[in-house]
């Protein structure tokens, strides 16, 4: 404020009882101060600086050519629920209650103010929101004119009529305004204001603030300034961070910058301000006082000199139920308690900065989509390895803008091409392993413009620690074309030989490659059904490689190619150069199996260790040719513990069982045992009597790591066609991908053995909890049938 505001106000100050500023807002409205000349509904403050007005002449093209709303934009804001299970820093299986987005209405000078409406108009906000129609920090809406000339009048000294700044503005804001009456309106924002402010870049270097907030009472977050900025920036060691991780992801195309320490700043990239008022308070007075008190400290302006800054609150005391919540294209965000530490929280708010919605699962529900930051993230101040889903991946890069170079996107499956695409896909956490030809992301059109996204979800490099459907592919289904702000859902994922199809189109996954670098997913999408593809070059063909055709494949010249040699070049009975009788091709007039000498070992009897079936005295370590071991993988989804899963597996050859690998669902050591029965598990599931315990044992595991291979004593055999069920219980937990398949459903088939879905128990045969695909490999190896 001017010395001559400052004296303007005490000389006011003397000759008149102290006015409150609500008061005198209604003091103005009443008529008891001159209105007109006090302030024109025509004239708005400017962020042009201090007592600079925005006259009539100005553009705003706002809906109204008077520039009578306030409002310069409007910006909608995502809360991110506190999760109900957080067990050791990492969500578990709940997630917290749906909080829908809010709405506050931005002045030009920055400063905010609740919008409110009735439930009618917040859910036409919330779905223009989605649809595009609507889009924060970009476009505003008519409010009420009665609380449009309130705020207006609230931004000016009630005498003076000068704009007010930093704590004075922050006492005269309103609590709130109206939405007009009926249907939203909504309008082109005043972008002018926005000049300099970047909503929606991903790309270039990023100055980032982080403001430790400290109340009237004291209260903060226990770390320090120092604390702060090493948990975001990294300054002093901490390897796991919101810096390292948004770099990480962007491979290096989002870089974060920040203030050194010194002067203002209390440590790299943050500072501490103190605010006049408590926490118990609402967030929006909370969040223009911070404002107000950041930039009196440093004279910057928060919404322009700096791309994204972060407030850090001691806890939340009013309307609580978040951890963190952030405008959507736009600039700040704000962190409650431990969560401004844990980078999956720091890495899904400003996702929403950059104009990201919420990702849903298979459930239906918000936050669920744990394949990727935007859903519910990862809950950890140490595990953070994890980056966004194809949809996301697509609106970030899908004009060139972003992080990922547009030809690794494969943009608009065609129904040409005989309606069928084949790519091979790279996960994002490889992305910089990525040859020419691969792909990050597809996209299938629809024809309207919610369309379906497919990548490959590689849990390896900077996406390591991903929490949801590891090496899967993974299919998303978001609106607005997948360019802008729209909640996306995860529709299916899916491993190899299995399929999806919706809308006509089908996403099969050929086959899938973790065993090298990239890993990499080959993938069809078709009209219709895909063809089964078979790029094996092991199996044996139609008539045998080695078998000559009834013509010979190369007939002999008439002619030797080169003459021969007067003698031979070395004593062999024939020069190597003279052409036989017969082409190289045809096959000699005795086997060439048959030694020119006798045998140094005794001919293989018939039924003995060589003769290629492995019988009835033979095994894997008598006779490991006859009897090699096989393994038939389920690689599901891995998105649900359980302490006691049955399923089925069927011999479709006679074989026998050596071993059993599971994914352990905690980090514990525990007791661990496997059940049997010859016979299925349907109606046998609160049987205790029909199982009997096969093995038993002490079993150590890593969450969601795969245990050792488990040897289940002595062995089962299984004949063709006969079915054998298992129930597994753990204390350690194993992991299956929950779907709705019945125990009947055959999950998986190699040639020699089927497995079937299962179901999880909550107690031993008691209670089912659900169904699904147990992720598991088995060990056997194929015998000669009714040997064992």
């Not at 299938?444 to 490099?461: H, K, P, Q, T, Y």
Request: aromatic share 8%.
């Amino acid at each position: 404020m001017t010395n001559a505001l400052h004296l303007f106000s005490f000389l006011a100050a003397a000759v008149s009882p102290r006015v409150d500023y609500a008061e005198a807002q209604q003091r103005q409205l009443r008529g008891i101060f001159d209105i007109d000349r006090v302030v024109d509904p025509h004239i708005i403050p400017s962020v042009d600086g201090p007592g600079v007005l925005a006259s009539d002449g100005d553009d705003f093209s706002n809906g109204g050519s008077d520039g009578s709303n306030p409002c310069a934009t409007v910006i909608a804001i995502d809360y991110l629920p506190i999760p109900k299970e957080d067990v050791d820093g990492r969500l578990l299986e709940e997630d917290g209650d749906d909080i829908g987005e809010e709405f506050v209405c931005e002045l030009e000078n920055g400063y905010t103010v609740p919008i409110t409406g009735s439930p009618e108009q917040l859910s036409e906000m919330r779905a223009r929101l989605n649809d595009g129609t609507f889009v924060s920090a970009e476009n505003s809406v008519e409010i009420d004119a009665g609380d449009a000339s309130m705020l207006a009048a609230s931004l000016v000294h009630p005498i003076s009529g000068m704009p007010l700044e930093g704590e004075e503005l922050v006492q005269a804001l309103p609590s709130e305004v109206s939405l007009a009456p009926g249907p939203v309106k909504v309008t082109a924002g005043r972008r002018r204001l926005a000049e300099g402010r970047r909503l929606a870049q991903y790309n270039g270097d990023m100055k980032v603030l982080v403001v430790r907030v400290i109340d009237k009472r004291g209260r903060a977050v226990p770390e320090d300034a120092r604390g702060v900025s090493d948990k975001w920036f990294g300054t002093y060691g901490d390897s796991v961070t919101f810096k390292s991780q948004i770099e990480a992801c962007s491979f290096n195309q989002f870089k974060v910058s920040y203030d050194e320490k010194g002067g203002d700043y209390d440590d790299h990239g943050v500072v501490e301000v103190e605010i006049g008022i408590e926490l118990s308070t609402s967030q929006s007075n909370i969040r223009n006082a911070v404002r107000a008190a950041v930039e009196g400290k440093t004279g910057k302006k928060l919404n322009k000199d700096y791309d994204f800054v972060a407030y850090v609150l001691e806890k939340c005391y009013k309307s609580c139920g978040w951890a963190a919540y952030a405008y959507i294209n736009s600039w700040n965000s704000v962190y409650q308690n431990r969560y401004f530490k844990f980078v999956g929280v720091q890495i899904h708010e400003i996702g929403h900065n950059l104009n990201l919605a919420h990702s849903g699962g298979l459930d239906g529900r918000t936050y669920t989509d744990h394949t990727g930051m935007m859903g519910n993230p990862l809950y950890s101040d140490n595990v953070g390895k994890m980056c966004y889903n194809p949809a996301k991946n697509y609106q970030i890069s899908y004009d060139g803008r972003g992080w990922y170079d547009q030809k690794y996107i494969y943009d608009a499956f065609p129904e040409s091409n005989g309606g069928h695409w084949r790519g091979t896909f790279v996960g994002v956490g490889e992305y910089d392993k990525i040859q020419d030809g691969q792909y990050i992301v597809a996209k299938i059109e629809s024809g309207g413009s919610d369309d379906l996204f497919v990548g490959f979800n590689r849990a390896a490099g900077v996406n390591a620690d991903n929490d949801e459907a590891d090496d899967l592919v993974t299919i998303i289904e978001t609106g607005n074309n997948g360019q802008s702000y729209h909640t996306s859902s995860l529709k299916k994922y899916i491993g190899e030989g299995q399929s999806f199809s919706t809308g006509g189109k089908t996403v099969r996954v050929n086959s899938i490659d973790t065993s090298k670098v990239p890993g990499t997913a080959d993938v069809s999408i078709c009209q219709g059904s895909c063809p089964e593809i078979d790029d094996s070059t092991d199996g044996p063909t139609v008539t045998p490689t080695d078998t000559p055709s009834i013509v010979p494949s190369l007939s002999p010249s008439r002619e030797p190619s080169n003459p021969p040699v007067p003698k031979p070049t070395d004593p062999t009975a024939t020069p190597i150069d003279v052409p036989s009788a017969l082409p190289s091709a045809s096959p000699s007039h005795s086997p060439s199996t048959t030694p020119s000498f006798p045998p140094s070992d005794p001919p293989v009897p018939a039924g003995g260790c060589g003769d290629g079936i492995c019988g009835e005295d033979e095994t894997p370590e008598s006779c490991n040719s006859d009897c090699p071991i096989e393994v038939l993988s389920l690689n599901t989804a891995k998105d649900t513990k359980a302490k006691f899963f049955c399923f089925s597996l069927e011999g479709e050859k006679d074989v026998v069982l050596t071993d059993m690998q599971f994914v352990a669902a905690k980090d514990k050591e525990g007791e661990f045992e496997i059940l049997t029965r010859r016979g299925g598990v349907a109606g046998y599931e609160f049987d205790p009597g029909a199982w009997e315990t096969h093995m038993s044992m002490n079993l150590k595991g890593k969450k969601k790591m795969k245990t050792e291979k488990i040897d289940i004593g002595s062995e089962i055999y299984i004949p063709a066609g006969v079915t054998q069920s298992f129930c597994i219980s753990s204390k350690v937990g194993v992991m299956y991908g929950k779907n709705n398949n019945s125990v009947t459903s055959m999950a998986k088939s190699d040639g020699n053995l089927k497995i079937f879905s299962g179901v999880e128990m909550k107690k031993m045969f008691d209670k089912i909890k659900g169904n699904g695909d147990l992720d598991v490999g088995i060990s056997y190896y194929v015998v000669k049938p009714g040997s064992h």
